[in-house]
């Protein structure tokens, strides 16, 4: 017996870029059937972007559509309406992503999918949430960042780098997908108890903001005593009403920074990220790691209020002990008296760390065609693990690789499938013929 979660589902993909494919791409890992709709000729934008080579799919279309299938198909036209509503008579979850009305354009909003199947669950994916100003708004990564509470408060305070400042990781776009994979597992657990599909909305927007909780928490605060103990503006810099950009702090309570080390400036990445904890226990094994013992008897740093007072005298005389040691040398010797610590790791060094290809974390993907220009490719796997199920990660499918199986369970007959073809319902038309 399969023990794959998700076995049996089928989900009809109408995901384009990141954000809907991310969710699609776990939901296939986890054992999905995954058709994605893709429109002739063109397929997911992300196909032709940032390709290493013109002449095959590029990382980005690669690591987010493997395990899937494709259906090239041209919603807009009478038979691919006719398609689309075949296949999802029969589908468990339907997702898109299309800008704002462009699917209740194409006639498949969700009142028209519930009535063609009551089982089905829907799930839209766009910039915000429908009560926003912003709700007409097409929606890119940085749209998420700017307006959801991350660039406001990531970065430097003063200097020449202030400045609202985007994270790398994709909290507008792969984490959009995680969330909307959470609602739709909910909905499928809800169709088990009342056999009806539901309507699942995610917004970019809500899912950057649902991160920026703790920015909010300090919000809060701020608004009732003026101040945050935890920010390196604490206590000789004037805060604002609003929550200010905070560098390298740890978030929390306790007291963290990135230092740099002794490889720095040839190495932009020998950093060290280093936690002073609260509690007196975790403060005396953190000066007996680093040899501050001096520190335990001397009052403005023995106690946790008092070091927040005089955080930059900390990170000055930690920042020392980091500046003449390697990241890996602090993390070593810091580590080994339980001082939360860890090296700043650069995207090669994690890429070629062996411990991680351990069937999930980093994956190894084989794939065939295209004259060999792949070949095989590295990515980020099921993030998480389930007791029994070994996910397995297959290739991605071609633009329209598997319009006729699929277009031949749906009892499309040869005929007709060379009819669509010809038409430009699943093909593109000759360059001239509309
Ligand atoms: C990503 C985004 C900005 C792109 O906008 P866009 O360039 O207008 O592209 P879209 O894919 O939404 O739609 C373009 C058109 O193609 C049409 N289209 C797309 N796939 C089609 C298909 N298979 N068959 C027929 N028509 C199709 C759409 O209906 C739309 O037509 P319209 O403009 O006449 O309404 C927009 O889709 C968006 O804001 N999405 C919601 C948020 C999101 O997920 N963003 C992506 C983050 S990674």
Same mark, same amino acid.
């Given at each position: ?5 998700? /076995?049996?589902?089928k989900?009809? %993909?109408?995901?384009n870029v990141?954000s809907?494919?991310?969710c ?18 063109? +397929?997911?934008p992300?196909?032709?972007e940032?390709q290493f080579n013109p !002449? =095959?799919?590029s *990382?980005y279309?690669? /690591?987010?559509?493997? %395990? ?6 041209? &919603?807009?036209?009478? !038979? +691919?309406?006719e ?6 008579k029969n589908?468990d ?8 009305? &462009? ?17 089905c669950i829907y799930g839209?994916?766009? #910039?915000f ?8 708004l097409k929606a *890119?990564?940085?749209? &998420?960042?700017?307006?959801? +509470?991350? $660039?406001t408060t990531t970065g430097?305070?003063?200097g020449?780098? %202030?400045g609202?400042?985007?994270?790398? $990781?994709?909290?507008g %776009?792969?984490?959009?997908g995680?969330?909307?994979c959470? #609602?739709?597992?909910a909905?499928? &657990?809800?169709?088990d ?8 909305y995610?917004s ?6 649902n991160? =920026? ?7 809060l605060?701020?608004d009732k005593i003026?101040y945050?103990?935890?920010?390196p503006q604490?206590?000789n ?5 609003y929550?200010?950009r ?5 978030? +929390?309570?306790?007291?963290?920074? =990135?230092y740099p080390?002794k490889? *720095?400036?040839e ?32 009052? !403005?740093?023995?106690?946790a ?5 005089h955080k ?6 930690v #920042? ?15 580590s080994?008296?339980g001082?939360p610590?860890a090296?700043v790791l650069n995207?090669?060094?994690?890429l070629?760390?062996?411990?991680? *290809?351990?069937?999930n ?6 794939? @065939?065609?295209?004259?060999?220009l ?5 990515t ?10 070994q996910?397995?990660? #297959?290739? =991605?499918?071609t633009?329209g ?7 031949t ?6 005929? /007709?499938?060379?009819e ?9 038309l @000759?360059d001239g013929?509309?």
């Amino acid at each position: 017996m399969s023990t794959a979660p998700l /076995q049996g589902i089928k989900v009809v %993909d109408f995901t384009n870029v990141q954000s809907g494919p991310s969710c699609t791409q776990l939901l296939a890992w986890l054992g999905a059937e995954v058709i994605k709709i893709e429109e002739p000729g063109r +397929g997911d934008p992300t196909r032709k972007e940032l390709q290493f080579n013109p !002449d =095959c799919p590029s *990382y980005y279309f690669l /690591q987010l559509n493997s %395990d899937k299938k494709s259906l090239s198909l041209d &919603a807009a036209r009478p !038979d +691919g309406k006719e398609i689309l509503t075949r296949l999802l008579k029969n589908a468990d979850i339907f997702i898109e992503n299309l800008h704002p009305g &462009a699917m209740d354009k194409l006639g498949f909003s969700w009142d028209v999918v519930h009535k063609l199947n009551p089982r089905c669950i829907y799930g839209s994916i766009k #910039g915000f949430p429908v009560s926003s100003k912003y709700a007409h708004l097409k929606a *890119y990564e940085p749209i &998420a960042q700017v307006t959801g +509470g991350a $660039a406001t408060t990531t970065g430097w305070w003063s200097g020449e780098h %202030d400045g609202p400042t985007q994270s790398g $990781a994709a909290l507008g %776009d792969s984490n959009t997908g995680m969330h909307m994979c959470i #609602g739709l597992l909910a909905a499928l &657990a809800l169709r088990d108890r009342t056999g009806e599909g539901t309507f699942v909305y995610q917004s970019m927007h809500n899912a950057c903001l649902n991160l =920026c909780r703790i920015k909010t928490r300090d919000q809060l605060t701020l608004d009732k005593i003026g101040y945050l103990t935890q920010y390196p503006q604490y206590p000789n810099e004037k805060f604002p009403d609003y929550v200010p950009r905070d560098g390298n702090i740890e978030g +929390g309570g306790v007291l963290g920074w =990135c230092y740099p080390c002794k490889g *720095y400036p040839e190495d932009p990445n020998d950093f060290v990220y280093v936690i002073l904890q609260r509690d007196h226990k975790s403060f005396e094994l953190f000066c007996k790691g680093i040899g501050f013992e001096d520190w335990l008897e001397n009052p !403005d740093f023995n106690t946790a209020d008092a070091r927040d007072r005089h955080k930059q005298e900390i990170y000055r005389r930690v #920042g020392e002990y980091c500046r003449t040691r390697s990241k890996f040398e602090v993390t070593g010797q810091l580590s080994q008296f339980g001082v939360p610590v860890a090296p700043v790791l650069n995207t090669r060094e994690i890429l070629t760390d062996e411990t991680l *290809y351990d069937g999930n974390t980093l994956v190894k993907i084989n794939q @065939p065609g295209y004259n060999d220009l792949v070949g095989e490719f590295v990515t980020v796997g099921v993030p998480f693990t389930i007791s029994g199920y070994q996910p397995t990660y #297959g290739p =991605c499918p071609t633009l329209g690789g598997n319009n006729e199986e699929v277009l031949t369970s749906l009892g499309f007959t040869k005929q /007709q499938q060379e009819e669509f073809a010809k038409n430009g319902t699943t093909h593109p038309l @000759p360059d001239g013929k509309m």
